[in-house]
């Protein structure tokens, strides 16, 4: 797979490698429930990115447990990338279209009034990636969820 690169002198052209440099880009996944928690699986960030934003929105309404939460992680059921923050406070209020964002102003929007809804953030530390990294999402709430689905999406951009 070819790399894109931009470049002022250059303009659009394209190189041995993988991805694009210099754009903001986008990976999405859709997850289902499976053994009480929606998990996206690894969604993999090309080495040297900048993780610009992590989005979730749900798109079949949650049942089950209290505090249904977002966390972000290098591995399966991981938190490193951002930590544990609720989408509300109880899984009646998250309906298809709630979710949560590291954007404060797509946060606001996705949270739409939701008692008890938390701002994601990404952890201190943890924005560039040097090396090719995985990225997993994870909905799960206080005991297992007994419904749902959700769409996960991080935003990066990658350097030469």
Do not use: R
Not at 21 to 41: D, E, M, P, R
Not at 81 to 98: C, E, W, Y
Not at 109 to 122: D, F, K, R, S, T
Request: charged fraction near 15%; glycine fraction near 10%; charge should be negative.
């Amino acid at each position: 797979m070819p790399k894109v690169i931009i470049d002022d002198t250059k303009g659009l052209y394209q190189t041995s490698g993988k991805g694009v440099v210099g754009l903001t880009q986008s990976k999405t996944v859709n997850a289902s429930l499976a053994s009480g928690v929606i998990s996206s699986g690894a969604i993999i960030l090309p080495a040297n990115s900048l993780i610009t934003a992590f989005h979730t929105v749900v798109t079949t309404t949650l049942a089950g447990s209290a505090n249904p939460k977002v966390k972000v992680g290098t591995a399966a059921g991981g938190n490193e990338l951002a930590v544990v923050k609720k989408l509300a406070s109880t899984t009646a209020d998250v309906i298809a279209t709630i979710g949560l964002s590291t954007n404060t102003e797509v946060d606001t929007a996705l949270a739409n009034g939701v008692v008890g809804h938390e701002l994601g953030l990404i952890t201190a530390g943890q924005a560039y990636k040097a090396s090719e990294t995985e990225v997993h999402f994870t909905i799960l709430a206080d005991a297992a969820l007994t419904a749902g689905a959700a769409q996960f999406t991080v935003e990066f951009i990658t350097f030469e």
